[in-house]
């Protein structure tokens, strides 16, 4: 099993910047892709970022430009750096963890989700 512990959220001015943090453990080794997701209220949770074992990324359109993922596979932690945030980038932000064998792409495992607000 893979869990995730994620950190980072918090109130922020619009035109601000956060950055988030998500910590894996456990059977890290079936870990392919980690991802940020979003959910505001009302609405479906959605891809944010996205970033392979391999260092390739993926962004949603909203966010292109804006912000960041990385990984430090040292300490099996995933980073979202957001800048210039927006009002509508307030959300709940997952963690999530992709993987399961050199051809499976299933989710393993998701984070308990962090608030992140923007005032206008």
């Known amino acids: 099993q893979v869990r995730l512990v994620e950190s980072g959220g918090g109130l922020v001015q619009a035109g601000g910047s956060l950055r988030l943090s998500c910590a894996a453990s456990g059977s890290i080794f079936s870990i392919n892709t980690m991802g940020w997701y979003r959910q505001a209220p009302g609405k479906q949770r959605e891809v944010v970022a996205q970033?392979?074992?391999?260092?390739?990324?993926n962004y949603a359109e909203s966010v292109k430009g804006r912000f960041t993922i990385s990984r430090e596979n040292a300490n099996n932690t995933v980073y979202l750096q957001m800048n210039s945030l927006k009002p509508e980038d307030t959300a709940v932000y997952y963690c999530n963890a992709r993987g399961g064998g050199p051809s499976i792409d299933i989710s393993l495992s998701w984070g308990q989700g962090t608030q992140v607000t923007v005032a206008s």
């Open positions: 970033i392979t074992n391999g260092g390739i990324t």
